[in-house]
């Protein structure tokens, strides 16, 4: 269902112009997701874990100034819920939280004066393809718990990056906040926990390498006269 999504767009990039500044690239990067919300019941919290995500990316610039991109992503998102003692001094138990997803982010660039820096903002849709909680019983064991969440998430997301330009190519080096838009609505850990009011957060650090086709003295950086 996702690629019907994509589909479209892939299209749309094609039929533009062909003077049009369009750039095409691939990205990846580090990823950080944790739950933001109403806490869990009991002792303990829910923590970010380090995931990774990689993409394509489609640029459209409509001027010097500004841009839109499309980034069609797979990414691994982690968490975990960490269990106290009865003094909340020690961790005694963990589930790791993973999520495998498919996602499709849409964003709006600004690009500074001299061309170098860009600050973004938009929404992507998630499809999640898994969400699965581990928990170790020993060194040698663990149980794992397939959770029945919906499959379709929206978020909103801002940012800001820079380019390094490597002659026609250039580099992207880009930081993303993404606010979940829906609740989560499951339960995560067994002390009857709802979560009524529980969404994914989660922070990326990507790094891209990029070609602009036709002129591609857009993307040079220009100095003040």
Same mark, same amino acid.
């Given at each position: 269902m996702i690629l019907h999504r994509i589909i479209p767009l892939l299209i749309l990039f094609t039929s533009l112009p062909l003077n049009a500044q369009v750039a095409l690239g691939v990205n990846t990067g580090i990823t950080r997701m944790k739950f933001s919300g109403d806490p869990p019941d009991g002792i303990g919290y829910f923590a970010p874990r380090a995931g990774f995500s990689s993409a394509l990316r489609f640029d459209y610039r409509l001027n010097d100034a500004f841009a839109l991109s499309i980034q069609p992503a797979y990414s691994l998102l982690r968490s975990k819920y960490s269990v106290l003692n009865d003094s909340a001094t020690k961790v005694v138990d963990s589930t790791y939280f993973s999520v495998p997803s498919l996602s499709l982010p849409v964003s709006a660039i600004v690009w500074s004066e001299n061309g170098r820096f860009y600050v973004l903002a938009g929404f992507e849709i998630t499809y999640?393809? #898994?969400?699965?909680?581990?928990? *170790?019983? &020993?060194?040698?064991?663990?149980?794992?718990?397939? +959770? /029945?969440? /919906?499959?379709?998430? $929206? +978020?909103? %997301?801002?940012?800001?990056?820079?380019?390094? *330009?490597?002659?026609?190519? +250039?580099? &992207?080096?880009?930081?993303? +906040? &993404?606010?979940?838009?829906? /609740?989560?609505?499951?339960?995560? $850990? %067994?002390?009857?926990?709802?979560?009524?009011?529980?969404?994914?957060?989660?922070?990326?650090?990507?790094?891209?390498? #990029?070609?602009?086709?036709?002129? *591609? /003295?857009i993307y040079k950086l220009r100095k003040h006269r």
């Open positions: 999640v393809l #898994n969400f699965t909680g581990e928990t *170790p019983i &020993s060194a040698l064991q663990s149980t794992e718990n397939i +959770y /029945d969440v /919906d499959k379709f998430y $929206v +978020y909103a %997301h801002f940012g800001a990056g820079f380019i390094i *330009p490597l002659g026609k190519p +250039y580099l &992207s080096f880009e930081v993303r +906040y &993404s606010q979940g838009l829906k /609740d989560l609505n499951v339960t995560l $850990v %067994h002390q009857g926990s709802y979560l009524p009011r529980t969404k994914l957060t989660c922070f990326n650090v990507l790094v891209g390498l #990029n070609v602009p086709l036709g002129n *591609p /003295d």
